[in-house]
């Protein structure tokens, strides 16, 4: 059984006529997404800027209400759920924020921003248990329990994010949406904090739904990766097939965009044509067929549907 199955999911946002103007317009930003997650996995989720993936990941934890579609998570559909029904679940569900300088309350002690969590779901009964829960989450997360005392601004940004994590990880939740959580970090501190989220998985049980830009950082920590253009999914596989073997051209084109190491490499890098369309008024057919090098007239009229191609390996293209 997954843990979190995502069924045609659609966040829409109104886009405002202005103060004298009563009509507005809709903002496709996710339009008919589906996936889902199984404990203990790894899901990656990438594309360009704009392409709508942070919103499917607060969308699927209630940070953002859904349009439409339905979220089940161990087996309920949390889309319904409010208040108190839905507090009640949020400790089987975190997030981790992309940035670390903006995510932790700069007026909190890191003993407060961690113990939060802890007395809003009442973890802790007694101050000396408080405590010792904290140091231990930052212990966990490589981090010295003695600077418990410290306020954000004293850590690097690596230990920042350090720190999220360690929030995220106090209420004990089955599942987290990291949104990219290493994109405001230096690459050597990428490193260690991707090992650390593999290492706290491998250790837990931890199921991820891991969102970048950088299709090489996901490569590395998914077991399956999930390429979206424009709020939809365009291709999706196990990683080994979908960066082995790339079968979109959207995603062929954000693969050569990854450096290559070896000096002797023919690998071409293939720039694609113009910008991404706005949401607001999104192509006819295939959203990609503006931009796309191989586009065909059907290309322009027909709306490309997921279809398997290799074993669990889907892909959205009239000429795949």
């Known amino acids: 059984m997954n843990l979190l199955e995502v069924k045609a999911l659609q966040v829409h946002f109104a886009q405002g006529g202005g103060l004298f103007r009563s009509g507005s317009h809709r903002i496709r930003a996710v339009d008919d997404v589906s996936f889902s997650v199984a ?3 790894t899901v990656g989720l990438v594309g360009e800027s704009g392409c709508g993936k942070t919103t499917v990941g607060r969308a699927v934890i ?10 089940w998570f161990e087996g309920q559909n949390i889309v319904p759920l409010k208040g108190k029904a839905l507090r009640s679940l949020r400790r089987r569900f975190q997030m981790v924020f992309q940035d670390p300088y903006s995510s ?3 007026r909190m002690t890191v003993q407060e921003i961690i113990g939060e969590a802890l007395d809003i ?3 802790t009964s007694t101050p000396d248990q408080r405590s010792n829960r904290v140091q231990a989450l930052l212990e966990s997360v490589g981090l010295d329990a003695a600077h418990a005392s410290r306020y954000p601004h004293e850590f690097s940004g690596g230990q920042r994010q350090r720190i999220g994590i360690a929030r995220a990880l106090a209420v004990e939740p089955k599942f987290i949406v990291c949104d990219e959580p290493v994109s405001a970090l230096d690459v050597s501190v990428q490193a260690q904090v991707v090992n650390l989220l593999r290492d706290l998985q491998r250790e837990k049980g931890i199921a991820y739904l891991f969102v970048a830009h950088d299709l090489a950082v996901v490569e590395h920590i998914s077991h399956r990766i999930l390429v979206m253009y424009l709020g939809r999914i365009v291709e999706s596989g196990p990683s080994r097939s979908v960066t082995g073997s790339p079968v979109h051209p959207y995603t062929q084109a954000l693969l050569s965009a990854v450096p290559v190491v070896d000096p002797d490499s023919k690998q071409k ?12 008024h999104p192509p006819t057919g295939c959203p990609f067929h503006p931009r796309c090098p191989i586009a065909q007239k059907q290309c322009q009229t027909e709306r490309p549907l997921l279809r398997e191609i290799r074993p669990a390996h889907h892909v959205a293209c009239h000429l795949a």
């Open 121 to 123: 779901h009442k973890l």
């Open 269 to 280: 890098r293939i720039l694609l044509p113009g910008d991404v369309p706005s949401p607001l």
């Open 39 to 41: 404990p203990g996995e």
């Open 104 to 106: 932790l309350n700069p």
């Open 62 to 71: 209630k940070l953002i209400e859904p349009t439409a579609g339905s979220v």
